[in-house]
């Protein structure tokens, strides 16, 4: 604070900084700050702007005011980003050493679901239900405290943004918590009607943790097809930059009739008018300026832009197409030579003859023989993907013209690719598995897969997609409980105490972070024991078909799965 006396600003008192200001022998405004990564933030509070408006005597009239408004909006947001980037800052360590535990929580969960996959299953499926349970207290809860206590939008005073005002309503918790209420019911049903199959479930996620342990490499190979997919998506967007780029700098003229003093000696007369930026300066001056030597005050030649060429657009297509092809490519790589390496197993009759490096035989067979199938699925898929992303592309065009017509015929043909899309997802994944056991080419393969699905479609149904909706509810459920468990954690006052720092300003940012990055993490790992689950399905379909259990065609299914059928394979007499 500067001022025109001789005072201890130290010691001074906010009435007394009032009144210094009232006598104009202090800065007109007296505003709040706070340390924000080490720079001093202005607080804009709405004890602030009191402040403003006191000391100018309400002078301000209603233009001036919404501007004020606007301003304190603009720098609250600025400050709320400051104070979460600081947040974030701060622990990063914490979120890093966070990270490290989630990696070794998966793979503890792996190893429990290959020794205690039932009691895990259910009880991730029961924590999942209490976690619902327990938000639906916490909704009900804060529904009734602020029910009872009604925070105003604009009067609350611990609450910052319009987001957290929302939440001091009463009917958005109660909204919440009807929502809340609505999905554990259906879960519950679905878990009552279909707890048999979830038992047949398990056995078939028994097998995959048993295939995936007698291989462990396979848990950690998922970190290079997406290091290899990182990458591609970093040179896609380079590339979609260098696209942007090409072309020639437009430029127009602008404010020329705002500009009475302008004279531009004939050569540019026209609002909007093509330029060129030097040539402007040279020919266009100020009249009114000494010897009119000046620069126009308010025309200019503004840059507008770059102007491509048509062959652009078909760059940006090619890219695209390319993008996508890759990215698939890549995934639909690591997945058949998952596939080769569980099929591998599931096809080995004592399986402690299981070859060491079955994982660097997959991997082999795959790029020796079949990068040329992969590349085929991986081709049909990116040209709907691309055929759906202009789709989207025409329906932003289009919303000037918007009616019911448009709308409906846009709304069927995304409705219809992305149907399409799914579908193919699943005819090639089935189709590399099935590459992976027999070695025929992609439409062989696809044929064989779906008329072999078809001929099971109800195992198809029940029993696979209840593992993937276990595999699902246990990601949930361990990127839900970290979560919870970080902001709770971040709550203790213990852990300030011991680490010697400060309190974060919001909690839940790095919580919710965490959440996310858990559930990404976990998603990685589940996706070798889905391939794995998926593989040994269509395996045990097929071995079912082929075999009968006699001596000369045993069954190459485990014991739990031939009790679980009752079925037997025959000994020599």
Same mark, same amino acid.
């Given at each position: 604070?500067?001022?025109?006396?001789?005072?201890?600003?130290?010691?001074?008192?906010?009435?007394? $900084?009032?009144?210094?200001?009232?006598?104009?022998?202090?800065?007109?405004?007296?505003?709040?700050?706070?340390?924000?990564? *080490?720079?001093?933030?202005?607080?804009?509070?709405?004890?602030?702007?009191?402040?403003?408006?006191?000391?100018?005597? %309400?002078?301000?009239?209603?233009?001036?005011?919404? =501007?004020?408004?606007?301003?304190?909006?603009?720098?609250?947001?600025?400050?709320?980003?400051?104070?979460?980037?600081?947040?974030?800052?701060?622990?990063?360590?914490?979120?890093?050493?966070?990270?490290?535990?989630?990696?070794?929580?998966?793979?503890?969960?792996?190893?429990?679901?290959?020794?205690?996959?039932?009691?895990?299953?259910?009880?991730?499926?029961?924590?999942?239900?209490?976690?619902?349970?327990?938000?639906?207290?916490?909704?009900?809860?804060?529904?009734?405290?602020?029910? $009872?206590?009604?925070?105003?939008?604009?009067?609350?005073?611990?609450?910052?943004?319009?987001?957290?005002?929302?939440?001091?309503?009463?009917?958005?918790?109660?909204?919440?918590?009807?929502?809340?209420?609505?999905?554990?019911?259906?879960?519950?049903?679905?878990? =009552?009607?279909? &707890?048999?199959r979830i038992s047949i479930a398990i056995?078939? =996620?028994?097998?995959?943790?048993?295939?995936?342990?007698?291989?462990?490499?396979?848990?950690?190979?998922?970190?290079?097809?997406?290091?290899?997919?990182?990458?591609?998506? $970093?040179?896609?967007?380079?590339?979609?930059?260098?696209?942007?780029?090409?072309?020639?700098?437009?430029?127009?003229?602008?404010?020329?009739?705002?500009?009475?003093?302008?004279?531009?000696?004939?050569?540019?007369?026209?609002?909007?008018?093509?330029?060129?930026?030097?040539?402007? =300066?040279?020919?266009?001056?100020?009249?009114?300026?000494?010897?009119?030597?000046?620069?126009?005050?308010? $025309?200019?030649?503004?840059?507008?832009?770059?102007?491509?060429?048509?062959?652009?657009?078909?760059?940006?297509?090619?890219?695209?197409?390319?993008?996508?092809?890759?990215?698939?490519?890549?995934?639909?790589?690591?997945?058949?030579?998952?596939?080769?390496?569980?099929?591998?197993?599931?096809?080995?009759?004592?399986?402690?003859?299981?070859?060491?490096?079955?994982?660097?035989?997959?991997?082999? &067979?795959?790029? &020796?023989?079949h990068l040329g199938t992969v590349a085929?699925?991986?081709?049909?898929?990116?040209?709907?993907?691309?055929?759906?992303?202009?789709?989207?592309?025409?329906?932003?065009?289009?919303?000037?013209?918007?009616?019911?017509?448009?709308?409906?015929?846009?709304?069927?043909?995304?409705?219809?690719?992305?149907?399409?899309?799914?579908?193919?997802?699943?005819?090639?994944?089935?189709?590399?598995?099935?590459?992976?056991?027999?070695?025929?080419?992609?439409?062989?393969?696809?044929?064989?897969?779906?008329?072999?699905?078809?001929?099971?479609?109800?195992?198809?149904?029940?029993?696979?997609?209840?593992?993937?909706?276990?595999?699902?509810?246990?990601?949930?459920?361990?990127?839900?409980?970290?979560?919870?468990?970080?902001?709770?954690?971040?709550?203790?006052?213990?852990?300030?105490?011991?680490?010697? *720092?400060?309190?974060?300003?919001?909690?839940?940012?790095?919580?919710?972070?965490?959440?996310?990055?858990?559930?990404?993490?976990?998603?990685?790992?589940?996706?070798?024991?889905?391939?794995?689950?998926?593989?040994?399905?269509?395996?045990?379909?097929?071995?079912?078909? &082929?075999?009968?259990?006699?001596?000369?065609?045993?069954?190459?299914?485990?014991?739990?799965?031939?009790?679980?059928? %009752?079925?037997?394979?025959?000994?020599?007499?």
């Amino acid at each position: 604070m500067v001022c025109t006396e001789e005072v201890n600003v130290n010691t001074m008192t906010s009435s007394q $900084a009032v009144q210094y200001m009232r006598e104009d022998k202090c800065a007109r405004f007296l505003l709040a700050s706070q340390p924000v990564l *080490g720079r001093c933030f202005v607080n804009v509070t709405t004890a602030a702007l009191d402040v403003i408006r006191e000391v100018t005597n %309400g002078t301000l009239n209603l233009g001036e005011d919404e =501007i004020v408004d606007q301003l304190a909006n603009l720098i609250k947001f600025d400050q709320l980003s400051s104070q979460i980037v600081q947040d974030l800052v701060q622990s990063r360590w914490y979120l890093a050493g966070a990270l490290v535990a989630v990696f070794v929580l998966c793979f503890i969960y792996i190893l429990l679901l290959r020794w205690v996959v039932a009691p895990v299953v259910w009880v991730s499926i029961a924590a999942f239900l209490a976690l619902l349970c327990f938000a639906m207290y916490l909704c009900y809860k804060n529904f009734e405290y602020y029910k $009872a206590n009604p925070v105003g939008l604009y009067q609350t005073t611990n609450l910052k943004g319009y987001a957290q005002s929302v939440f001091a309503k009463h009917q958005t918790w109660l909204v919440i918590l009807i929502a809340l209420a609505v999905i554990f019911l259906i879960l519950l049903l679905v878990v =009552i009607f279909l &707890r048999n199959r979830i038992s047949i479930a398990i056995a078939l =996620i028994r097998e995959g943790s048993k295939a995936v342990t007698a291989v462990k490499s396979t848990i950690l190979f998922p970190i290079f097809p997406w290091i290899l997919q990182c990458a591609v998506i $970093a040179y896609g967007v380079l590339v979609l930059m260098l696209l942007l780029s090409i072309g020639e700098s437009a430029f127009q003229v602008v404010n020329l009739r705002n500009d009475t003093t302008c004279s531009c000696g004939g050569v540019y007369t026209e609002e909007g008018q093509a330029c060129n930026p030097a040539n402007f =300066i040279k020919v266009c001056h100020d009249t009114q300026s000494v010897g009119g030597l000046l620069p126009c005050s308010l $025309a200019s030649c503004h840059f507008t832009g770059i102007d491509n060429p048509n062959s652009v657009i078909a760059l940006h297509l090619v890219n695209l197409l390319g993008f996508f092809w890759t990215m698939f490519f890549i995934s639909g790589i690591a997945d058949m030579m998952l596939a080769s390496t569980f099929s591998t197993w599931y096809w080995t009759f004592h399986k402690r003859d299981l070859p060491f490096f079955t994982l660097t035989s997959g991997i082999y &067979r795959v790029l &020796r023989y079949h990068l040329g199938t992969v590349a085929f699925g991986a081709l049909i898929i990116a040209i709907v993907r691309v055929i759906r992303v202009i789709l989207e592309y025409l329906d932003r065009k289009l919303k000037k013209f918007d009616n019911p017509f448009t709308r409906c015929v846009m709304c069927c043909c995304k409705c219809f690719f992305w149907c399409l899309e799914s579908f193919l997802k699943f005819i090639n994944k089935n189709a590399y598995i099935m590459c992976a056991v027999h070695g025929k080419n992609f439409c062989k393969s696809a044929h064989d897969a779906f008329s072999l699905l078809m001929r099971n479609i109800v195992r198809v149904v029940v029993l696979d997609k209840v593992a993937d909706f276990i595999f699902f509810l246990s990601k949930l459920l361990i990127s839900i409980g970290v979560g919870i468990g970080v902001y709770y954690l971040l709550e203790w006052n213990y852990v300030y105490e011991i680490t010697k *720092g400060e309190r974060l300003h919001y909690n839940y940012v790095p919580a919710i972070i965490l959440s996310v990055a858990t559930y990404l993490i976990c998603t990685i790992f589940f996706n070798v024991y889905s391939m794995a689950v998926d593989t040994l399905f269509l395996c045990f379909l097929e071995d079912c078909e &082929r075999n009968d259990g006699s001596p000369e065609k045993p069954y190459f299914m485990s014991k739990n799965l031939l009790k679980i059928l %009752g079925k037997r394979n025959k000994k020599l007499k």
